[in-house]
C-alpha cells in the first residue's frame, strides 16, 4: 500500500515532487496543466528531463495524472469532442514524456443522448490511446447529471472493447454518492466481486481516497477530510483491510484549505495501514511510507456539462 495526494504543480511540476516528498507521499497525482482551460503551453524539455530526475531520485511510483476537467469525451456535441480529443491527444503525449504510469479519466456527459451512446463515444476517443503508456483509468462518478460512469456496469462496453489495456480509478466518495454502501463490508465485497466478474479481475489499480461531503446516494460531487464525512475512517479501514484494495495505491483529492489538511489526511490512512499491517512505517517526519505487501488476486464527478 502505498499513499500520496493530488499536488498543486502552481510552482512547476519538478517543485510538486519536493512537496510529494515533503509530505512523505509514495505516490503522487497532478494536472499537467490548468484543468480549467483549453490553452496549453509547450513544457521545455530541460522541465521534462528534471521533473523525470526528481521522481526517480524520490522512488515516487506511481505517478498519476488527471484529465483536465473540460474535457467531455463522452460529448455528442462534434465541435466539443474534437476540441476534447485534441487536448486530450496533447495531454496522453506529454504524460507520456514526462514517464507517468496511469492517465485517470472522468468519462463525461452524455448530454441526454443516453449512457450507451455516451460510452460509443468515448470509446472512439480512447482507442488510439487503450494500450499506450501511460495506461488509461476510468474513474467511477457520482452519477450526477447526465454524467456517465456512476454504476460500475456503465464501463461494461469499453472493457468489451479494450479489455485489461484500460483500467479503474475507484473513488470512495463518487461510489458512496453514487449509491453503493461501502460502509457495509459486505456491500463492499459484493461490489468489488461484481467489478471482477463483469469488467476484468484486477481492474481497479488506484484508489482516490475522499470521504464523502453528501450522503449515499445523493449524486453529489462533494469530497470531504477523511473522518470527517458521511463515509468516516471505518469505511477506510474495510478497504485498507482488504486482500486486494488493501495492496493498491491510495491517493487523497480533499479540500485543500493548507497544506497540514493534505498531511492529517495522509497520517491518518498510514495509520490504518500499519494497524493491517500494510505499511510498516508511518514516517511523519515527511519520508515516504514504505510498501509492505505484494499484488495478490483480486475478488470473483465534477459534473460535466460540455
Known amino acids: ?46 522541465e521534462i528531463s528534471a521533473f523525470k530526475k526528481s521522481v526517480k531520485r524520490s522512488n515516487i ?17 462534434k465541435k466539443i469532442a474534437a476540441m476534447s480529443q485534441a487536448l486530450f491527444e496533447k495531454e496522453m503525449i506529454e504524460a507520456e514524456s514526462l514517464g507517468a504510469d496511469y492517465y485517470v479519466i472522468h468519462p463525461g456527459s452524455h448530454r441526454g443522448a443516453g449512457i450507451e451512446a455516451g460510452m460509443k463515444n468515448l470509446a472512439a476517443s480512447l482507442r488510439p490511446f487503450a494500450a499506450s503508456s501511460p495506461r488509461i483509468l476510468l474513474e467511477n462518478t457520482a452519477g450526477q447529471g447526465n454524467t456517465i460512469g456512476g454504476r460500475w456496469e456503465d464501463f461494461a462496453y469499453l472493457f468489451g472493447r479494450f479489455g485489461n489495456d484500460i483500467g479503474l480509478c475507484f473513488d470512495t466518495a463518487h461510489a458512496f454518492q453514487a449509491g453503493y454502501n461501502i460502509k457495509d463490508e459486505e456491500k463492499l465485497n459484493e461490489m468489488l466481486g461484481a467489478i471482477s466478474t463483469n469488467l476484468a479481475p484486477g481492474a481497479i489499480l488506484l484508489i482516490h481516497a475522499n470521504d464523502s461531503a ?23 479501514e474495510l478497504l485498507v483491510k ?4 488493501g495492496t493498491l ?15 492529517k489526511n495522509l497520517e491518518i490512512l498510514r495509520t490504518i495501514g500499519m494497524k493491517y499491517g500494510k505499511i510498516n512505517k508511518l514516517n511523519p517526519s515527511g519520508k515516504k511510507a514504505i510498501l ?11 459534473s460535466i456539462n460540455l
Not at 480549467?36 to 513544457?43: F, P, T, V
Not at 495505491?249 to 498531511?263: G, H
Not at 509492505?292 to 465534477?302: A, C, L, S
Request: charged content about 25%; aromatic content about 8%; some cysteine.
Open 214 to 236: 453528501s450522503p449515499m446516494g445523493s449524486g453529489l460531487d462533494r469530497h470531504q477530510h477523511i473522518g470527517r464525512g458521511y463515509l468516516g475512517e471505518e469505511a477506510f
Open 61 to 77: 511510483k506511481p505517478v498519476v495524472v488527471h484529465m483536465p476537467y473540460i474535457l467531455n469525451l463522452a460529448s455528442p456535441d
Open 1 to 46: 500500500m502505498r499513499t500520496g495526494a493530488h499536488i498543486w504543480i502552481g510552482e512547476g511540476i519538478e517543485k510538486a515532487v519536493d512537496t510529494a516528498e515533503m509530505l512523505g507521499c509514495g505516490c503522487f497525482q497532478i494536472f499537467l496543466q490548468n484543468p480549467r482551460s483549453w490553452k496549453r503551453r509547450k513544457r521545455a524539455d530541460e
Open 242 to 245: 482488504d486482500a486486494y484494495c
Open 249 to 263: 495505491p491510495f491517493i487523497i483529492e480533499t479540500p485543500k484549505s493548507e497544506i497540514n489538511a493534505d498531511r
Open 292 to 302: 509492505d505487501k505484494k499484488m495478490v488476486r483480486p475478488h470473483n464527478v465534477t
